[in-house]
């Protein structure tokens, strides 16, 4: 089969991916800009007690830890779920650069190394969401703090990273209609779902490096190298 016709493309999958896919954009921008907002608003927390450590390096510490798993225990004694969660995290990465690259660049995406490098991530996440959505249902701990929300967009996630795999060959108008309705859908719906902890993650890291480091735990003693004045 022949790589898809550009300007043959129908009117509703041209909607979609176009069209709606930004005005999605558009709307997620200005909800989060809404919610930063509503942030900044509440008044920052204030100790009442002498500082026993350094802020800014325990914020630094606490932003740093998404690339040190060895730090936190829950990762530490499970390497293989941080290695899941970096690599989910990385097909989510290629299947929002695919779908904002594709219609700018539609023809270099027709390279072959970038439709087997687009397709091998869209097929770990695809496993990997399957893996989640598993563990969620059958572990009981899991279930336990489960909400409808989490099931409802990590099975979507699963099926956009699935319509990845179809769509990522660039042969199938139908499959890449189906990748950018789930793509644009996403646009729209998570700035009220609970993905939106990428966005509230940078104030997290930046209170909890605050406050441990105030109170002298953070960073772990030896976690971080020291430099000396010479």
């Known amino acids: ?12 999958t041209r909607l979609v991916m176009n ?17 930063i907002y509503q942030i900044f608003q509440y008044p920052s927390a204030k100790e009442g007690t002498p500082p026993r450590g350094d802020h800014q390096k325990a914020i630094r510490y606490s932003y740093m830890t998404l690339a040190m798993p060895w730090e936190l225990d829950t990762q530490k004694h499970h390497m293989y779920r941080y290695v899941e969660f ?17 219609p700018m660049a539609h023809e270099f995406m027709k390279n072959s190394f970038i439709i087997g490098f687009s397709k091998l991530f869209f097929v770990l996440g695809f496993l990997i969401g399957i893996s989640r959505l598993a563990r969620r249902v ?32 660039l042969k199938s108008e139908l499959f890449l209609f189906a990748y950018y309705f ?3 859908f996403f646009l729209f719906y998570v700035p ?4 939106s902890h990428y966005v509230y993650f940078f104030f997290i890291k930046y209170y909890v490096g605050k406050h ?9 003693k030896g976690s971080m190298p020291t430099v000396k004045n010479v």
């Open 1 to 12: 089969m022949d790589y898809i016709v550009w300007k043959d493309l129908g009117p509703l």
């Open 138 to 169: 059958y572990s009981p701990a899991m279930r336990r703090i489960s909400t409808l929300d989490d099931y409802f967009c990590l099975m979507l996630l699963t099926l956009w990273m699935f319509s990845g795999i179809l769509a990522a060959p």
């Open 182 to 184: 789930f793509a644009t």
């Open 86 to 102: 970096a690599l989910f995290h990385i097909a989510m990465a290629v299947g929002i650069g695919f779908a904002f690259i594709l």
């Open 19 to 35: 069209q709606l896919h930004y005005l999605g954009l558009l709307f997620m921008i200005v909800a989060y800009s809404y919610k």
């Open 212 to 220: 441990f480091g105030h109170r002298g735990t953070f960073p772990k």
């Open 192 to 195: 009220f779902s609970k993905i």
